[in-house]
Structures are given as C-alpha cells and as structure tokens.
T-cell receptor, first 117, second 112 residues
C-alpha cells in the first residue's frame, strides 16, 4: 500500500496562472478530504468527497477554487487565477468512510507545496 | 463551536526522557480525539486515536483523555531524535462524523 499519493510535490506558478493539484487516495477508501496548511492559519478544511460525491465544500474559496473526483482513484484541486495568498501546502487525505469510528482514521499524503510568485 | 488549543508551542526534551504534550478543547461532548505528528515537509501521521475517557497506548505513545476537564494529553516514552516533529491534536465536533478541529501544534525537539 503506497499510501495517499499527491503530485506534484512542489509547484511554482505566476500570479494569475492556474494550478491543478492531484491526489490518489488509498485503494478502498471511500472518503477523500482536501486541507490547506499555512503557518498563520494552521490546517484548514477545504472539501470532502464520499464515494466520489461532493459532500461538503464549505471551506473552499468559491470564486477560484474547485475540486473534483471523477473516479475512485483520483481527485483534483484546481485553483484559477492564483494569488500570492494561495501559497500554502495542500494536503489530501483519505479514510475508509467518513470519520465516525475507530476504523475511520485519516491518512494523509505528503502534500503539494504551492508557491505563487 | 469546538475550539482546540495546544500547549506548549515548543518543547525540548532530552533523548530518553518522557515528553508530555497537552491539548484542551471547549466542548466535552466530543468522543473522537486523535494525535498526529508531522515531520518537516511531510504529511501527517496518526499516532493514537482515543474515544473514551482514560488511557490508550500505541507503542511508545500514550494518550490520556479526561472530557470532564476538557483535556487530552500525549506522552512519549523514551523519545528519540527521530521523534522531533510537530505534534497536532485533532477533535471531531459532536455534531459531525467527518469534520476535524485541529490544534495549532506543538513543536517537539529531542536532544541527543
């Protein structure tokens, strides 16, 4: 089991460009989460999919951020017109099913460090 | 809304001495608490999950939960320099089965 795989590990974009981040959850996990991590704000929830369906995107900045899960083996987070304040580490996590019990531990990928110049 | 705070912000401990980290929360009706750690430039690794008051041990890591005191702690027995990392406390709000409220972390340094 390779764990949650995120690509790329590092991405540098110019202000106004688009960035697409990829996540491959652990096989068999039905829940996928995206978080953003910064020094100032810590870990911030962005969005949650269950069985590929979007369940909660309350943490997503609506104007420029979007997330999709076209199949059970990958999810993408797209940021349009990137701004310097989008610079952060974006973490993807998966769990067997939601977070309701002892078996539903979140397993995190190594993250994508996005730098917007 | 559940609030989670960790202390201390930073902790230096000598190799082999016990390391103790603290996490307080505002809503004692939560029943899902987890400790994670994050090595520099890496993802988060779950250490201990605890769901009822008392103690839960996973190898050298022991969590103590006391919901009446709104407190969960993590104790690391015989820490090694490789345990140097940021340790994060996460609490599920009582009204959600997927949300996690995160503490801001404790940076632990283990001196050889």
């Amino acid at each position: 089991n390779a764990g949650v795989i995120q690509t790329p590990r590092h991405k540098v974009t110019g202000k106004g460009q688009e960035a697409t981040l990829w996540c491959e959850p652990i096989s068999g996990h039905s829940a996928v989460f995206w978080y953003r991590q910064t020094i100032v704000q810590g870990l911030e929830f962005l969005t949650y999919f269950r069985n590929q369906a979007p369940i909660d995107d309350s943490g997503m900045p609506k104007e420029r951020f979007s997330a999709q899960m076209p199949n059970q083996s990958h999810s993408t987070l797209k940021i349009q017109s990137t701004q310097p304040q989008d610079s952060a580490v974006y973490l993807c996590a998966s769990s067997l099913e939601g977070m309701g019990g002892s078996q539903n531990t979140l397993y995190f990928g190594a993250g994508t460090r996005l730098s917007v110049l | 809304q559940q609030k989670v705070q960790q202390s201390p912000e930073s902790l230096t401990v000598s190799e082999g001495a016990m390391a103790s980290l603290n996490c307080t929360f505002s809503d004692g009706t939560s029943n899902n608490f987890r400790w994670y750690r994050q090595h520099s430039a890496k993802g988060l690794e779950v250490l201990v999950s605890i769901f009822s008051d008392g103690e839960k041990e996973e190898g050298r890591f022991t969590a103590h939960l006391n919901r009446a005191n709104l407190h969960v702690s993590l104790h690391i027995r015989e820490p090694q320099p490789s345990d140097s990392a940021v340790y994060l406390c996460a609490v599920s709000p009582p009204d959600s089965n997927y949300q996690l409220i995160w503490g801001s972390g404790t940076k632990l340094i283990i001196k050889p």
